[in-house]
């Protein structure tokens, strides 16, 4: 992941996350929103009008938190909309890097390290050096870094460009997806960080406890219908299908969620 404090590359990153031995997800920097009209969205400013060709997604496949946005890249019909690259999937000394050739390379900009990304927008910059990112060719800025914000946009902002309609966010459910999305966040999403990346005994028990007692509760809820708010596949399914997904073949041992596998779940392993 790595870290920039006023542009210089620093290597402690997780020390400025941790307290008391429990880990806390630091906020994503950029917030502005690529809306139909270019008007501001939830947070930020106006100007980020969805156009063709005008934007440019970093992600890394290794990432749960930007496998969310490709995903909703491929369901909007946006691969021919919205760039891509993609980072080497090992971390290395300075964080998420590119390769010269082949697939893991910088499309945009020929970039070598994904914190030189970050520093074209703003040289001064102070933050982690995350994926995904979502960049304005345009502008030449960064648009946003937080995944639950860009699948949002992915999921609206572009219709009028694409003829996918399909809504997995839609104005009836949104109470209902917000409320799920929570605790799934909390105790799942994040917890398996929690458990990993966790510095005390009483910290590493206590998201554990959380994270296997969030799965118990979405494998009942699961019991009843297909999808967690029924018949209807939402943004909330998509959020928790990156975690899932990874968790029998890397967070059972990486990050010692080991109380149970995903496959000890009827119905999360048939989810």
């Keep these: 992941m790595g870290m920039l404090i006023r542009g210089k590359l620093v290597d402690n990153w997780l020390d400025k996350e941790m307290e008391e031995g429990d880990f806390k997800r630091m906020e ?46 491929k369901l909007k019909n946006l691969e021919n909309i919205v760039g891509l690259s993609v980072v080497e999937p090992d971390m290395l000394d300075e964080g998420w890097t590119f390769s010269d050739s082949g697939k893991y390379i910088d499309n945009l900009h020929g970039s070598r ?21 979502l960049w304005d060719k345009k502008l030449n800025t960064i648009v946003n870094n937080e995944s639950s914000e860009i699948i949002r946009m992915f999921n609206s902002a ?12 839609p104005a009836l459910l949104r109470q209902r997806i917000d409320a799920v999305n929570q605790p799934v966040y909390d105790n799942i999403n994040n917890g398996v960080y ?28 699961l019991s009843g219908h297909r999808y967690l708010l029924g018949n209807q596949l939402t943004e909330a399914d998509w959020r928790l299908f990156t975690t899932l997904i990874r968790f029998d073949a890397v967070y059972v041992g990486h990050f010692k969620c080991n109380l149970r596998r995903i496959a000890d779940y009827p119905n999360l392993s048939n989810y």
């Design 113 to 133: 390290y994904m914190h030189e990304v970050y520093t074209r927008a703003d040289e001064d910059f102070t933050g982690q050096i995350t994926v995904p990112v």
């Design 28 to 73: 994503s920097t950029y917030r502005n929103w690529v809306t139909a009209d270019g008007s501001a969205g939830v947070t930020g400013t106006d100007g980020f009008k969805a156009e063709a060709d005008r934007y440019h997604l970093y992600v890394s496949a290794a990432c749960p938190w930007a496998h969310r946005t490709v995903i909703f890249r």
């Design 158 to 169: 572009f219709d009028g460009l694409t003829d996918v309609e399909t809504d997995y966010y």
């Design 194 to 221: 929690r458990c990993g990346f966790s510095t005390t005994q009483e910290a590493y028990e206590s998201a554990f406890d959380r994270l296997f007692n969030e799965l118990d509760n979405v494998e009942n809820i």
